[in-house]
């Protein structure tokens, strides 16, 4: 899959899981982490 | 987050910081969005400051709050993982702790003679139950809290906290007219695709799959989020993964017993109308004759006439929960308990009896199967 951009609504575990994920296998995606609270997942 | 347009393959979101609201295009969007507290419409439910403990955020603030007014009488509403856990909270600061639950029996993911064990556990670690009562309201006094009031009684305190579960966090989905499954969470196939082209969603708000029942399951557990959300970033990022689904899996610790469960339980195994024997043995965490073998009591549910385990449950003392992953593996490889008496499991003295305590219990199931 040729993904550009990624939005992942919800820092927590996963969130956090996913986008890192994402980014690490494809190191040239767009990855944007929306969060409303002030903090990301503490146990990811 | 404050609206999907998924037609235009863009979000809406606010920043808290500025209140300044941009929509944010996407070619693949993660719906991550979780759960949230179940809060009850009750009288004086304005005055309870804290109405679940499920955010870092929310835990931040408790401790902020006891540490300030150092509160004597703490109430804690419902008996699952988070009502337990602050029970213990309360009381190890030296408070005097309630617990109000409308079930018979704390736990009410064990069947009720393993909860049995737990409500007793609480009691002697000294909270005060009162079990099959309703929370009808609250008393405030100037738009602060001064008790609980259940179908029963009036109950004074200084402090009250929630643990009524959590419902998944799915609003903004259902508006985009993504598909819900069971308790509106967001359906998903193996993937972790939702059923509107580019959107996903994994964690809390997402549905799962129960391998043993066979049917579509809603369960906010972290395990699953980090597991959900593994699948869903490895194939985002091009790669290849499937999350085939739970069997009900959790531990947890109150005081000094340690609770465990997977798979389905009585109550569920009614529901579907499966037919069940349960067997349920007393053993010991290491071999007798060392100091410090603790008491361990396993359950272990198995279906009537083919002999397919269904689950189990462990209440015991320290070494006890994790002897559940025995359990747990033995459900997703689908044995009968008859398999799971050979099964090759570790045994020294410091770790356990000659026959592992979970292994006597399947012997025990497999003959009244």
């Known amino acids: ?44 | 987050m404050e609206e999907i347009d998924s037609p235009r393959g863009r979000v809406r979101v606010r920043d808290l910081q500025n209140n300044r609201v941009v929509w944010e295009s996407y070619d693949q969007l993660l719906l991550a969005t979780g759960a949230v507290p179940v809060c009850p419409d009750l009288p004086g439910a304005d005055a309870v400051e804290i109405c679940g403990v499920n955010t870092l955020q929310s835990g931040i603030e408790l401790r902020r709050i006891l540490d300030d007014r150092n509160p004597k009488n703490g109430i804690v509403v419902g008996g699952g993982y988070i009502g337990l856990e602050m029970a213990e909270a309360l009381v190890r600061r030296g408070m005097a702790v309630s617990l109000v639950s409308r079930s018979p029996e704390v736990m009410k993911t064990l069947d009720p003679d393993m909860g049995h064990l737990v409500s007793q556990a609480l009691r002697d670690f000294g909270v005060t139950l009162y079990l099959e009562e309703t929370l009808i309201g609250f008393e405030t006094k100037s738009g602060k809290i001064t008790g609980v009031v259940t179908d029963r009684r009036s109950l004074p305190a200084d402090i009250v906290i929630l643990g009524l579960g959590v419902r998944p966090n799915t609003e903004l989905a259902a508006a985009a007219g993504i598909p819900l499954g069971e308790r509106r969470s967001i359906r998903v196939n193996e993937l972790m695709q939702t059923f509107v082209a580019g959107i996903w969603a994994a964690g809390d708000c997402a549905e799962t799959f129960h391998l043993v029942s066979r049917k579509p399951y809603y369960l906010a557990l972290g395990t699953i989020a980090n597991r959900q959300g593994r699948v869903a970033g490895v194939n985002l990022g091009g790669g290849s993964a499937t999350f085939p689904g739970v069997v009900g899996t959790a531990v947890t610790k109150i005081c000094e017993v340690e609770v465990a469960r997977t798979g389905l339980q009585e109550s569920e195994l009614r529901e579907l109308g499966i037919e069940w024997a349960s067997a349920v043995i007393r053993s010991r965490t290491k071999a007798g004759y060392l100091p410090g073998a603790g008491k361990i009591t396993v359950k272990v549910l198995a279906e009537k006439g083919s002999g397919r385990l269904l689950g189990g449950q462990i209440v015991g003392m320290e070494g006890s929960a994790k002897r559940i992953d025995t359990l747990a593996t033995a459900l997703h490889a689908g044995f009968t308990v008859e398999e799971m008496i050979n099964l090759d499991v570790g045994y020294a003295p410091p770790f356990s009896p000659v026959w592992d305590p979970v292994v006597i219990a399947a012997r025990e199931a497999a003959k009244l199967v």
């Not at chain 1, 951009?5 to 190191?27: E, F, T």
């Not at chain 1, 969060?35 to 990811?44: D, F, N, Q, V």
């Open chain 1, 1 to 44: 899959m040729s993904t550009e951009r990624l939005i992942v609504v919800g820092g927590d575990a996963a969130g956090m899981s996913a986008a890192a994920q994402a980014k690490r296998r494809n190191p040239g995606l767009e990855v944007v982490v929306f969060e409303r609270g002030p903090h990301t997942s503490y146990s990811a």
